[in-house]
Each structure stands twice: as C-alpha cells, then as structure tokens.
C-alpha cells in the first residue's frame, strides 16, 4: 500500500498542476490545515530535480501568504475561528498567560516555527491574536519558511537522485521516520 501511495505521490509531482496543488497546501497549512506542504514538495523535487528552486519559492510565497490569512484570523476571528483550531491543537488553557510571553519572543517564535516540523498556523494565529508587528511576522514568516524550503530544495537538487534511491529502496523506513517526526511536532504542540 506504501509503494502504491508513493508512485500515486511520484505521479502526482510531475503532474502540470502540481505547482498550484503545492502552493494551496503551503497557503492552507500556514493557516488552517494540519499537514505540512513538505510531503509535497520534496517528491515534486525528487521527480523534477531541476525545478527545485522554483517549487521552493512558491511554498515560501504560498506559505508567507497563508501565514498572513492565519494571523488575520487571529486578529480579526479569534473567537470563531482561532480558538476552535488552537483547541483542536489542545492548546487554549495556556492562551492568556502565553500571550505577554509570546509578544516577548515573537521573533523566535515564528522563526522557530517555520523553519521546523512544529505546526505553523499555530504561531501565525497566535501572532495575530496577541497583536506581534505585523511588519516583524512578515519578516520572520519569509526568513524562516524560504530557509526550510529553499534549504530542502538544494538539498535535494544536489542529492536528488541518491536521496530519491535510498528512499525507494528503504519506503518502510522512511515512511516510519516521517510519522515519528509528524507526531513528535503535534506532541510538541500539545504539551507546549
């Protein structure tokens, strides 16, 4: 079943729209939906190495971009909708008491954020909910979603074809690894 969903995936990537299906996953996990664009992204890479950097900077776009509707709603919609999905997330109890703390540290907290597995629409509602600059979440939203992607981009255009072998030849083991750091980065959100 793993191979079959990895060839689907693989087929997927090379598809003409797979641009515009990247960059509204991207654009949704910034604000709303729980699975990171990577997934994506990286087999897009694997099947078409030398568009690599072109695939990157549509996720950063599309993620910047998603990451403002997601402050927006916690600016403008916390009550309707923030607060649904950061309860969804398990993490509404601490909002009060994290909001002076997350102000302190909004820099690094969106970086952080961005540049790991840790769920970005998190950090983008809680930005807007706790009113961080919005000039600062911009800044810090690009730095840290164009290091990620663009850092996995080389990464794979200069290594594609071995990562693309190895992944192949050892799908379990790789499909094992993502679901461990995909649930490590949702405990995370929910004992943080």
Not at 113 to 120: C, E, M, Q, R, S
Not at 151 to 158: G, I
Request: aromatic share 14%; proline share 5%.
């Amino acid at each position: 079943m793993i191979r079959t969903l990895y060839d689907w995936t693989m087929s997927l990537a090379a598809h003409p729209r797979a641009m515009w299906a990247l960059a509204l996953v991207a654009f949704v996990e910034a604000s709303i939906f729980p699975i990171p664009p990577d997934v994506l992204m990286i087999t897009m890479i694997i099947a078409t190495p030398t568009r690599a950097f072109r695939i990157a900077a549509i996720a950063t776009v599309a993620s910047v971009l998603g990451g403002l509707a997601g402050y927006a709603i916690g600016a403008l919609a916390y009550d309707t909708l923030g607060a649904p999905i950061l309860e969804s997330l398990g993490k509404t109890d601490s909002m009060a008491e994290f909001n002076q703390r997350f102000n302190d540290a909004g820099f690094w907290a969106v970086l952080i954020a961005g540049l790991t597995p840790f769920p970005f629409k998190v950090i983008t509602i809680m930005s807007g909910w706790t009113g961080m600059p919005l000039a600062t979440f911009i800044t810090t939203a690009i730095v840290a979603r164009a290091g990620r992607f663009f850092l996995v981009a080389w990464l794979l255009h200069r290594y594609g074809a071995p990562i693309r072998d190895f992944i192949e030849r050892r799908l379990g083991l790789v499909t094992i690894v993502f679901v461990v750091v995909l649930a490590a980065g949702f405990y995370a959100v929910r004992f943080m």
